[in-house]
Nanobody, 118 residues
Framework: VQLVESGGGLVQAGGSLRLSCAASGTIFRLNAMGWYRQAPGKQRELVATITSGGSTNYADSVKGRFTISRDNVLNTVYLQMNSLDPEDTAVYYC?????????????WGQGTQVTVSS
């Protein structure tokens, strides 16, 4: 399974961006999907996750500003980011989990840069 992110870029503080992540390849059934981010000099951190049933979880720092959603037919997950702050500057990575033949597998995208200017 390959994950390809898109939608990153440069935006001014207070602006919005929408990230997309499309899964392709031989897909059985994707379970949880999510977004993580890594800022320079910091560890990768969870931003938001969503189960196949639509239950969501957010980092406290993005609650009320970011919205995660998914299309199970298209095997795509989205992250709508509003009221962006320079602290949101990071490489954003897509993540997906799948259980195949009794084995839990985790996939990662290559990352997309989000830069928020002040």
């Amino acid at each position: 399974v390959q994950l390809v992110e898109s939608g990153g870029g440069l935006v001014q503080a207070g602006g919005s961006l929408r990230l997309s992540c499309a899964a392709s390849g031989t897909i059985f059934r994707l379970n949880a999907m999510g977004w993580y981010r890594q800022a320079p000099g910091k560890q990768r951190e969870l931003v938001a996750t969503i189960t196949s049933g639509g239950s969501t979880n957010y980092a406290d720092s993005v609650k009320g500003r970011f919205t995660i959603s998914r299309d199970n037919v298209l095997n795509t997950v989205y992250l709508q980011m509003n009221s962006l702050d320079p602290e949101d500057t990071a490489v954003y990575y897509c993540n997906a989990a799948e259980r195949r033949y009794g084995v839990n597998l985790v996939y990662w995208g290559q990352g997309t840069q989000v830069t928020v200017s002040s």
